[in-house]
């Protein structure tokens, strides 16, 4: 089984700074994707950023990128410029690659309280 | 598309009532997904439908919960009798797959069981 950890419960970052939130998961499968997902206070599951393992390059989508470490099993989460609209609970997620047998289900973290402050 | 629809936003119910929470999945995606948050145990899925065919249903806590997917377009979960250790925030989300891996989640059902 797999196992998704995220070690900060809470953390703060002041407005157009950078924050970095550790995400480390377990697996014995080789092909996997890792995500980002972001819940705001309206409690909506929002994808922010997706990773395939395969890939060696790290993903961005604007702001936010992953530094992720297939070896050290380790896919953190930096989010630039950090915006007041970027508040929220960020989730770590893995999804094994397999057709069958637990494809496509996703097992999360137990999230990091983000707050942006001015 | 309007994403996926759950029914009701918020629930409150009486300790040994039935709940019926309902989903309406994105169109022409083939994986469905029940998903429950609690503070104490975060998300953890239910159970999962592919082509409306529960494929895991190991998350599923206790027999008091069912869920169904009657078509392509609609699933239940169904808590009978309930209890307030029920009470949570259940999430339905839906995916195209097998290889389109995004999951697009609808804005939870707040269950509260007094």
């Known amino acids: 089984a797999q196992t998704v950890t995220q070690s900060q419960p809470e953390m703060s970052v002041q407005e157009a700074e950078t924050v970095t939130l550790s995400c480390t998961y377990d697996?014995?499968?080789?092909?996997?994707?890792l995500f980002w997902y972001k819940q705001p206070p309206s409690r909506q599951m929002i994808l922010v950023i997706r990773q395939e393992a395969y890939k060696q390059q790290n993903a961005t989508e604007n702001r936010f990128s992953v530094n992720f470490q297939k070896a050290a099993k380790s896919f953190s989460l930096k989010i630039s410029d950090s915006q007041l609209g970027d508040t929220a609970m960020y989730f770590c997620a893995f999804m094994n690659g397999r057709l069958t047998g637990g494809g496509n289900k996703l097992t999360f973290g137990t999230g990091t309280q983000l707050k942006v402050e001015l | 598309d309007a994403g996926v629809i759950q029914s009701p936003r918020h629930e409150v119910t009486e300790m040994g009532q039935e709940v019926t929470l309902r989903c309406k999945p994105i169109?022409?995606?083939?994986?469905l997904f029940w998903y429950r948050q609690t503070m104490m145990r975060g998300l953890e899925l239910l159970i999962y439908?592919?082509?409306?065919?529960?494929?895991?249903d190991s998350g599923m806590p206790e027999d008091r919960f069912s869920a169904k997917m009657p078509n392509a377009s609609f699933s239940t979960l169904k808590i009978q009798p309930s209890e307030p250790r029920d009470s949570a925030v259940y999430f339905c989300?839906?995916?195209?797959?097998?290889?389109?891996?995004?999951?697009?989640f609808g804005q939870g059902t707040r269950l509260t069981v007094v």
């Open positions: 697996t014995s499968e080789n092909n996997y994707y």
């Open positions: 169109s022409g995606h083939d994986y």
């Open positions: 439908f592919n082509n409306n065919v529960p494929i895991d």
């Open positions: 989300a839906s995916s195209q797959g097998p290889r389109n891996t995004e999951a697009f």
